[in-house]
C-alpha cells in the first residue's frame, strides 16, 4: 500500500515538473524572439529547462520496476 502511494506521489511531481519543463519551453521560444533580452536571462533558464528534463528522467527511472536478470 505504501508503494503505491510513493508511486502516485512521484507521479503527481512528475506531471507538474513536465508542466513547468513545457511552460519553459514556451517563455524561452518567446525570449529568443526578442533581441533585447538579457542572454544570460535566456541561458538561466535553459539550464533550469535542463535541470527539470533530468529530474524528470530520474523519477521515471523511480516508476519504472526493477527487472531481475
Known amino acids: 500500500m505504501k508503494d503505491e502511494e510513493t508511486n502516485r506521489e512521484l507521479r503527481q ?26 542572454q544570460l536571462q535566456i541561458i538561466r533558464l535553459k539550464k533550469r529547462k535542463l535541470y527539470l528534463k533530468d529530474m524528470i528522467t530520474r523519477l521515471r527511472s523511480k516508476l519504472i520496476p526493477d527487472i531481475e536478470a
Not at 511531481?13 to 513547468?20: C, S, T, W
Open 13 to 38: 511531481k512528475m506531471e507538474q515538473l513536465i508542466i513547468e519543463h513545457r511552460d519553459l519551453d514556451e517563455v524561452i521560444h518567446r525570449l529568443t524572439g526578442d533581441p533585447e533580452i538579457d
